[in-house]
DNA sequence: CTAGAATCGGGATGGTCATCCCGCTTGTTC
DNA sequence: GAACAAGCGGGATGACCATCCCGATTCTAG
């Protein structure tokens, strides 16, 4: 933050240049691009690239934990504003759309530990506010009490995994499902 | 089956010994084990086993596909005994259960192509069999209308992520959900 | 405009893996 | 039990990547 004035202004330039096209590489073919990919469609080295993120998982950082740090805010938003179910279900589907439209978010969501660790606290903290909620929602009876969050966790993963595809129909099935047959 | 014959007898035994090991392997720990690693647990060197499996997806169908062979004829046993409805989350349920207890299997059905391709047709018709029961469920009301048969391969995948766990919650969430509200 | 430091580019390095190869060993046959 | 083919082991090869390094370049202060 504070460094940001110390960094040549080409050096910005190309930092700001890798995030752009990195977080459209990332969203579009996943994670499993090279490093050296980013760096040859930015129009930079290899080398730019990890001087600035030493790490393709610091790249990954750099792109990601902003991004989640404002779903971490919409989530508080939504918890103070809606009933717990109603809260926990809005949650659900914002973080799905979130990932299906961009491949490597979803990928991020799909291995449990991977976003949980992302960042300082960003992938947590976003987490915690699901589990939360989740919480929550099962205390008012809107969600079936006997699933897990990691439950949660790999429904949501599944939703992702369907990209652009009409997401309604899983979702409905998802939501349908969690909520229980009881409450009707 | 023929040339089973032809092979020398400390062959045949190392074979099989390789098929047993790497079954075990990757249905612990996952189909991303090195072939290395599984000569080496096997107590035969790399050349034996890419001597006898060509490559890892030849390994990987010797294994797999005599399993997904038992596993379409339980579907067509399930079909012929059973109500489309009945049928199809019986399929279902049994598909989530195999991958649940089999880490390699469970990543051969995440993602949809991969089990489709395997073996000559082993794959292949399994997955048809799990598409024309969802056809003939949807056509009986069982399932709602609206969900695809990719929806339906996302779902399982995620149960099946599940792992050991318990899987009543999460497989009640999405046999529930399949069912829809409407049809009680 | 010039010196000097900050950056750059992309080749070098090191690690992981699948697959291939070949000199040596072992089973089989007569 | 000898000869020979079948099979063995594991090192060699080649692909793919992330990350590091350093001589060459470019910015910026003065």
Redesign the interface.
């Known amino acids: 933050m504070t460094d940001e004035r110390a960094l040549r202004a080409d050096a910005r330039r190309n930092r700001a240049r890798v995030l752009e096209v990195a977080a459209e590489v990332f969203a579009t073919e996943g994670l499993s691009v090279p490093v050296h990919e980013i760096a040859r469609r930015a129009g930079v080295g290899t080398g730019t690239v990890s001087r600035h993120f030493p790490t393709k998982e610091d790249l990954l950082t750099a792109i990601m934990s902003s991004r989640l740090v404002k779903l971490t805010e919409e989530a508080d938003e939504i918890a103070r504003r809606e009933a717990p179910g109603t809260a926990f279900f809005a949650l659900f589907t914002a973080l799905v759309r979130e990932g299906a439209s961009d491949c490597g978010l979803a990928e991020l969501a799909g291995t449990d530990r991977r976003l949980d660790a992302l960042g300082e606290r960003a992938g947590a903290d976003l987490c915690g506010r699901l589990q939360s909620l989740l919480a929550a929602a099962q205390q008012a009876g809107d969600v079936?009490a006997?699933?897990?969050y990691?439950?949660v966790r790999?429904?949501m993963?599944?939703?992702m995994?369907?990209r652009e595809?009409p997401l309604?129909?899983?979702l409905?099935?998802?939501?349908?499902?969690?909520r229980?047959?009881t409450s009707?």
Chains 1, 2 share one sequence.
Do not use: H, K, M, T
């Open positions: 079936r006997d699933v897990g990691l439950d790999a429904l993963s599944a939703c995994s369907r595809d309604e129909p899983i409905g099935v998802v939501i349908d499902g969690l229980g047959g009707g």
